[in-house]
C-alpha cells in the first residue's frame, strides 16, 4: 500500500443523474450540503444514447455551474468514436480535467449489432487518450470480489492491466463491505506491476430491500451475517440505519489506517447518511457540517 499512500488523500462523491425536474431541484440542495465539506470531486453516472445521455450532461453543467469540480462517467458502449469524441471536446471546452471511462452496459432494446465501436473500457482509455492527449485525469473501474461477468479472478485482473497498461491514472473499485478483499486485490495488482492509486468505494447502508437488489445486479457481496442481521430489522428503519452506519463507519476507519489512498462515497444522491461517515471519520471539512 506504500506506493498508494504517498499520493494525495482523495474523497469524492457518485451521484446519478435524477429523472425529473423535481429530483434534479432535490439534488441539487443535497450537492450544496455535500460540498460543504469540500470533496475532491463529484463523480456522475452515465447512460448511453437519448435522454439518459442528456440528464447526465444537465447534471454536470449544474455541478460545473456550481463550480464544483465534476468527473462525468463516460461509457462506451451504444456510442460510437464520433459521438465519444464529440462528448470529450464538449468536456474539454467547459474545463472538465477528469474522466470515469467505463464499458458500460447496453440500454434495454439495443441489440449487439448497436453496441458501438469500441467493446471495452480498456479501448476507450486509449481512445481518449489518442483523441486529447493528457487532457483528462482518467478513473476506471476495478472489482476487489471480482466482475460479475469475469470467467475468473486472474482473468479479471488481466482485464484491469490492460485498462491500466492504456493510460488510465486510478481506479475507483465497485463497492463492497469486506475490506479483506480489497487489500487482497491491491496485492495481486502490484505483483503484477500495477501502481495506480485504487481508491475503495463504499456504500452507506440505508435501506436493506433495495441494496439487496443492487448488489444483486452489479456483483457486490453483502456478508452473509451482514444479510442476516439486516433482514432481523424488519421494518425498522432506524435500526438499520443505525447498524449500516457502524458496519460502514469500521470498514472506512480500517481501510484509511491499512493505506487507502482515499474513499469514494457512493451517496445514492442523498446527503446525509455520507456526511454522518464523513463527520463520524473526523475527515477535512468536519467542522462545516450542519444538521
Known amino acids: 500500500m506504500n506506493d498508494q499512500a504517498k499520493e494525495k488523500t482523495i474523497y469524492s462523491f457518485e451521484l446519478f443523474p435524477p429523472k425529473t425536474p423535481e429530483g434534479m431541484e432535490k439534488l441539487a440542495v443535497n450537492i450544496r450540503r455535500l460540498n460543504t465539506v469540500a470533496p475532491s470531486y463529484f463523480s456522475v453516472t452515465y447512460g448511453a444514447g437519448g435522454s439518459t445521455r442528456d440528464?447526465?450532461?444537465?447534471?454536470?453543467?449544474?455541478?460545473?455551474?456550481?463550480?464544483?469540480?465534476?468527473?462525468?462517467?463516460?461509457?462506451?458502449?451504444g456510442s460510437s468514436r464520433v459521438e465519444i469524441q464529440d462528448i470529450l471536446h464538449q468536456y474539454q471546452k467547459a474545463g472538465i480535467e477528469r474522466i470515469v471511462a467505463l464499458r458500460g452496459d447496453l440500454p434495454s432494446g439495443m441489440g449487439a449489432t448497436t453496441s458501438g465501436e469500441l467493446g471495452y473500457a480498456n479501448e476507450l482509455v486509449s481512445f481518449i487518450r489518442e483523441e486529447t492527449g493528457k487532457a483528462f485525469h482518467i478513473e476506471v473501474a476495478a472489482y476487489p470480489e471480482v466482475h460479475p461477468q469475469a470467467p475468473s479472478a486472474r482473468k479479471d485482473l488481466e482485464n484491469f492491466k490492460r485498462k491500466v497498461d492504456a493510460g488510465a491514472d486510478s481506479a475507483i473499485t465497485q463497492y463492497f463491505y469486506n475490506a479483506d478483499a480489497y487489500f487482497a486485490f491491491v496485492e495481486d495488482c502490484e505483483r503484477l506491476g500495477v501502481r495506480i492509486p485504487?481508491?475503495?468505494?463504499?456504500?452507506?447502508?440505508?435501506?436493506?430491500?433495495?441494496?439487496?437488489?443492487?448488489?444483486?445486479?452489479?456483483?457486490?457481496?453483502?456478508?452473509?451475517?451482514?444479510?442476516?442481521?439486516?433482514?432481523?430489522?424488519?421494518?425498522d428503519i432506524d435500526g438499520i440505519r443505525d447498524f449500516g452506519h457502524q458496519l460502514v463507519l469500521n470498514l472506512c476507519r480500517r481501510l484509511i489506517e491499512g493505506g487507502a489512498p482515499g474513499i469514494h462515497f457512493y451517496t445514492m444522491n442523498q446527503a446525509a447518511p455520507t456526511l454522518r461517515l464523513w463527520q463520524d471519520l473526523g475527515l477535512p471539512g468536519t467542522e462545516s457540517i450542519r444538521p
Open 55 to 77: 440528464r447526465t450532461f444537465e447534471t454536470v453543467s449544474l455541478l460545473r455551474d456550481l463550480g464544483i469540480n465534476v468527473a462525468p462517467h463516460l461509457s462506451c458502449i
Open 198 to 235: 485504487i481508491v475503495p468505494g463504499v456504500m452507506p447502508i440505508t435501506n436493506f430491500s433495495k441494496l439487496a437488489r443492487f448488489s444483486d445486479a452489479c456483483g457486490a457481496e453483502i456478508p452473509r451475517w451482514v444479510r442476516k442481521r439486516l433482514e432481523n430489522y424488519g421494518d
